[in-house]
């Protein structure tokens, strides 16, 4: 993650609807006793961007909590994050194994208007409250038994 250096360009901090697994394996979102506690809270709260640059992954949870907490999300075009990434739209998507891409994102995101961050941000978060939560969760994993089971 990369820390915030100047909180003006970032334009705030939204509260989502993210979770994350406590110590002891408890989990632990907005409202729950201790979420505002957490440290992955706090550090993802304090970013002003966060940074995926991951070979292979599905969805990352760890994406869909940034964005649902507020946080910019610059990941690589593996597996399944361009579902849930469009470039330029909720986040940053650049080529995997691309240094030079990643590092280029990183500085153009600096140059990023206070608007243009919000705008991001909250598409980012209008996003992942429209795909992933607990309801459309609960109805996919239904609809994959169901046809597993039939």
């Not at 440290?39 to 940034?66: C, R």
């Not at 206070?114 to 239904?142: D, F, P, T």
Request: aromatic content about 4%; charged content about 25%.
């Amino acid at each position: 993650m990369a820390n915030a250096t100047d909180r003006g360009r970032s334009g705030g901090r939204g509260r989502g609807r993210g979770t994350v697994r406590g110590r002891g394996g408890s989990t632990r979102g907005p409202g729950s006793p201790g979420w505002l506690d957490t440290e992955v809270f706090q550090k993802m709260t304090a970013s002003d961007l966060f940074l995926l640059p991951s070979l292979e992954e599905g969805i990352a949870n760890v994406a869909v909590e940034a964005m649902a907490l507020g946080t910019p999300v610059v990941t690589t075009n593996c597996g399944g994050m361009e579902e849930l990434i469009s470039h330029d739209q909720e986040g940053w998507i650049v080529p995997t194994r691309n240094t030079e891409a990643i590092a280029e994102q990183l500085i153009n995101f600096t140059t990023f208007s206070v608007e243009k961050v919000r705008s991001i941000k909250k598409s980012a978060l209008q996003k992942v409250e429209a795909q992933h939560n607990e309801k459309k969760m609960v109805e996919g994993m239904l609809e994959l038994y169901s046809r597993i089971i039939v």
